[in-house]
């Protein structure tokens, strides 16, 4: 796959602005409860300092919505990075001021600093042409390591790669290198999984799907759309009623490319947007007027992973429900074991099972699973967006996690 990566280019003694996904789970007293993606991130840091460069890390955290909300801010990450670099990674006190810009100007060689939090400014992800070249500005040289955002069209994900150099990251590299032949060429029958909540999120990456998958399966807040197209009865289950139509056309689609789309056929549904609320399970086209779907059902379970057992290479990307809440994780956690055990080449974009802790433990796993984040899409959607947009260190968009099955001599 055509790209640059920071071992083609000479960094010593340059500054180099970073765009990693430092976006962590944050307990209430703002103690971090997972660094997996600040874990992720070292090989390329390291990498970096080693060779002497003048490092400038910036990335987002939570949806401050474009202003000074100290509650996102990144200090915790600046703590736990200068914890595993040790020495102190100074936090800027803004992202594009006369802190930022001191700092910038300050950084030593093999030494690294933190921008503030990039969506303190509305302008990072409306992609603002002079944000991105203020940002730009601090650096000689841009590295993309941030896998979970990189499909984002934002002023710190694309707009900086006008005004600079770009290369990526370890982590975006290794991955795409991975995908790639997955991806371009992969062992049949191939099947797609995609949940979620939008439907608007996905329809590039549905249109794409359908000209390369076999099967296409689809659950979680998205599917009560398509249960909506076929005249079924959805309660107060999530529902874009704007794409009603649009999901029909869908699954016209798939019909006529011979994809078998399967939705579910039963969930679980509550009273109520609660883990302890009143549940019941029943048909996906009947869900009672008070109720919302909240989960897969267990036919809906047996189904999928009849599908799953047969396929031969796998994309997976969005929750079968509510996961996060007990009672409504035994879909998603279900479709993970069958994927664990099905011996397929699996690729995965959930960045919440890994937050959870959950994925790594599903009994029978036989994958090693490397994190980077959320990854919208799997291959270029059909309706250019801009992101993941600068061609001179990739070319396409990819699903952050690979599950390679390991050799049942080795178990590597």
């Not at 086209?285 to 290479?313: Q, S």
Request: glycine fraction near 10%.
């Amino acid at each position: 796959m055509n790209k640059k990566t920071i071992t083609d280019i000479d960094v010593n003694g340059k500054k180099v602005l970073v765009r990693c996904d430092f976006n962590v789970p944050l307990d209430e007293e703002g103690h971090i409860t997972d660094e997996t993606r600040i874990n992720a991130a070292l090989p390329t840091i390291k990498y970096l300092l080693e060779h002497g460069a003048k490092v400038i890390l910036c990335s987002h955290l939570g949806r401050p919505k474009g202003t000074f909300n100290m509650k996102y801010s990144l200090k915790p990450v600046a703590e736990r990075l200068s914890e595993k670099l040790g020495f102190e990674v100074k936090l800027a006190k803004d992202v594009i001021g006369p802190d930022a810009q001191k700092l910038a100007s300050e950084v030593e060689c093999g030494k690294a600093i933190l921008l503030e939090n990039v969506r303190f400014h509305a302008e990072e992800e409306k992609n603002d042409p002079e944000f991105a070249k203020q940002l730009a500005s601090l650096a000689e040289i841009y590295v993309s390591d941030a896998f979970g955002t990189v499909h984002r069209a934002h002023a710190s994900t694309a707009g900086v790669a006008a005004y600079l150099p770009a290369v990526a990251g370890f982590l975006i590299g290794k991955e795409l290198d991975m995908m790639g032949g997955a991806l371009e060429n992969p062992k049949r029958p191939f099947l797609a999984i995609l949940g979620g909540a939008k439907v608007k999120d996905k329809i590039g990456v549905i249109t794409n799907l359908l000209n390369k998958v076999d099967v296409l399966l689809i659950g979680g807040g998205m599917s009560y759309t398509f249960q909506k197209a076929l005249g079924g009865r959805v309660g107060k289950s999530l529902l874009d009623e704007e794409r009603v139509g649009l999901a029909k056309e869908i699954m016209e689609t798939a019909k006529q490319k011979g994809v078998k789309l399967l939705l579910p056929v039963d969930n679980v549904a509550g009273d109520s947007f609660s883990n302890d609320c009143m549940r019941i399970t029943v048909h996906s086209t009947e869900i009672p007027d008070n109720f919302e779907g909240m989960d897969i059902g267990p036919e809906t379970i047996k189904l999928f992973t009849e599908e799953i057992k047969r396929a031969r290479t796998i994309v997976w990307n969005g929750p079968m429900g509510c996961f996060e809440m007990p009672n409504f994780a035994k879909g998603t956690l279900a479709i993970a074991e069958a994927l664990a055990n099905s011996g397929a080449i699996t690729i995965i974009g959930e960045p919440h099972l890994h937050r959870r802790r959950r994925f790594s433990g599903v009994p029978g796993g036989q994958g090693a699973a490397r994190r980077g984040g959320p990854q919208r899409q799997v291959i270029p959607s059909a309706t250019p967006s801009g992101a993941a947009s600068p061609p001179r260190f990739h070319e396409r968009k990819f699903y952050t996690t690979c599950v390679k099955p390991s050799s049942p001599e080795t178990g590597k």
